[in-house]
């Protein structure tokens, strides 16, 4: 990309917030606004200091919103981030600088210049002719580049070691952007430390825009993905480096999506040698493995492959199968009912909490099952109270299961409908932190009407509702001449809205709806 079309990207609504939200959201109208606020007359992008007094702004703890999401059904809790959108569009103008983005060009050419180290996990864009968004390309590429190509070495290398980094995004310390830009010896040299430069820009606006914290970036935009791998990428760099001091060490691959390695050799006690490397430079960059997730590996294809991926694809196979009739159509068959096939999805749950491949299973159920029913099941009930359990225990698979939810109540009336989403929200109420819940029960109600629970209830369902009286972010810090100016707009397409408050669409399942991997 050239910087124009990098600025377009990162401007998206999918790249400012990539979790899965209901499709009537977006974040259009507030990012434009901040992009006005932020173009000269000239048409020439704006600096935030131009506009807000910087002191003011990195003392606020208040600049952004936060969704906090269940991440095993326990206690582990994830913060995502929606930025002020001022500061969003702020970052996305220095980092897109023509200069700017020049000079990431070049570190980023720099970072892959060992042909045996290959990261695949920088952002990518779908093509306008797609059937996929951003996001479902990116899964494929993970598909086609990480595990594929994992399976391949398999060919040349007889052992892989897998690890990954522990907690990354929270470990990355913002002044280590500095470092990846031009080295962290080079930095220490400096007697201003870089100051100044684009990196000690990058740095100092993402400290800034989280009340001048620098330890850890926040998690939810593509944006703060490639920071990420601004840092990795240095990482990989580093350890280029590293790894070539090493005698005799000629013979090994190393793979590397976002925060997982699977480094590859033909001798074990290399691999043992090697892996010293990765963890003496990552400690120094503030980073650790993941000890529990570091394995050794003498079966290369068994281990690349996700073992929630094996396990589910074997009882797939046996309750299903697939036929070609006269016309070359293909027919799907399955050789348990309903319940069964959801209680069969329930103990991937139980194996395999959170997977890929249990939003996967979910998907192809409603698929191919859910949507080909034509009358009301007569265990419906027990069917949705499944799919209450595997939520509740799996918040990853909150969409999937709320969506068949759905699809399930049209063959109730409306007044039914609501009752037993009303139950629903009650049983989930009872766990802390449920907003994620809510917006996508909010989902629900677009098609059943109103509950009459105030669980329902929070700024962000409160802004779909009424866009115009509910401020998801503040602006106080921002200049007088300026408050006025900023208009948070609406975060629901009304289009979009009034469409989908007829029924629940295939294509809100998945995001690589064509890709069956």
């Not at 999401?69 to 206690?75: A, F, P, T």
């Not at 031009?182 to 990058?202: A, H, M, R, T, W």
């Not at 399955?334 to 069964?340: A, E, G, R, T, V």
Request: aromatic share 12%; net charge neutral.
């Amino acid at each position: 990309m050239d910087y124009k079309n990098a600025r377009n990207f990162f401007l998206k609504s999918e790249s400012y917030f990539s979790v899965k939200l209901p499709d009537y959201i977006n974040f259009d109208e507030s990012l434009k606004s901040a992009k006005k606020i932020l173009t000269s007359k000239k048409n020439q992008p704006k600096d935030i200091n131009d506009i807000a007094n910087a002191s003011k702004y990195k003392e606020c703890d208040n600049l952004n919103y936060t969704l906090i999401i269940n991440k095993d059904g326990k206690y582990s809790w994830r913060p995502l981030i929606l930025l002020h959108p001022i500061l969003y569009v702020d970052l996305i103008n220095c980092i897109t600088q023509k200069d700017h983005w020049e000079q990431l060009k070049k570190r980023f050419i720099e970072f892959q210049k060992d042909e045996s180290i290959s990261c695949y996990s920088i952002p990518i864009e779908a093509s306008k002719d797609s059937k996929k968004t951003d996001i479902g390309e990116t899964v494929l590429n993970w598909w086609e580049h990480f595990e594929q190509k994992s399976l391949a070495q398999n060919i040349e290398y007889q052992y892989c070691m897998f690890t990954d980094i522990a907690d990354c995004y929270p470990s990355i310390y913002t002044h280590s952007i500095t470092w990846a830009m031009y080295g962290k010896e080079k930095v220490k040299q400096d007697k201003d430390k870089c100051s100044g430069s684009l990196g000690d820009k990058i740095d100092k606006k993402i400290s800034g825009m989280q009340h001048n914290q620098t330890n850890g970036i926040p998690q939810g935009s593509v944006l703060m993905d490639f920071i990420a791998e601004i840092v990795l990428g240095y990482v990989d760099l580093r350890l280029s480096e590293e790894l070539k001091k090493l005698e005799n060490l000629k013979d090994y691959k190393v793979l590397r999506y976002r925060d997982d390695y699977r480094i590859f050799s033909n001798n074990r006690n290399d691999l043992e040698q090697i892996m010293k490397v990765p963890s003496e430079v990552l400690y120094d960059l503030n980073f650790k493995l993941n000890s529990s997730k570091t394995k050794l590996s003498d079966d290369i294809i068994t281990d690349s492959i996700k073992k929630d991926k094996l396990y589910w694809e074997e009882i797939k196979a046996s309750i299903r199968m697939s036929v070609g009739n006269l016309d070359g159509e293909k027919l799907i068959f399955y050789s348990i009912n309903l319940q069964k096939h959801l209680l069969e999805i329930k103990k991937l749950a139980n194996k395999y909490p959170n997977s890929g491949q249990l939003k996967k299973a979910l998907s192809e159920f409603n698929k191919e099952r859910i949507t080909k029913i034509t009358s009301k099941p007569n265990d419906l009930l027990p069917l949705i109270g499944i799919l209450v359990d595997i939520m509740i225990h799996n918040p990853g698979s909150l969409p999937q299961c709320v969506l068949i939810i759905g699809q399930l109540l049209k063959f109730e009336n409306k007044s039914k409908a609501r009752e037993i989403v009303e139950m629903i929200v009650n049983k989930y109420a009872l766990k802390p932190n449920t907003e994620f819940m809510m917006i996508w029960f909010q989902r629900l109600t677009t098609i059943f009407g109103e509950t009459s629970n105030e669980v329902l209830s929070s700024d962000f369902v409160s802004k779909i509702k009424d866009p115009i009286s509910t401020q998801m972010f503040s602006i106080d810090w921002l200049n007088e001449d300026i408050k006025e100016s900023f208009y948070e707009g609406t975060i629901k397409d009304e289009n979009k809205y009034n469409k989908m408050s007829k029924k629940i669409y295939i294509a809100e399942f998945d995001d690589f709806n064509e890709y069956h991997f």
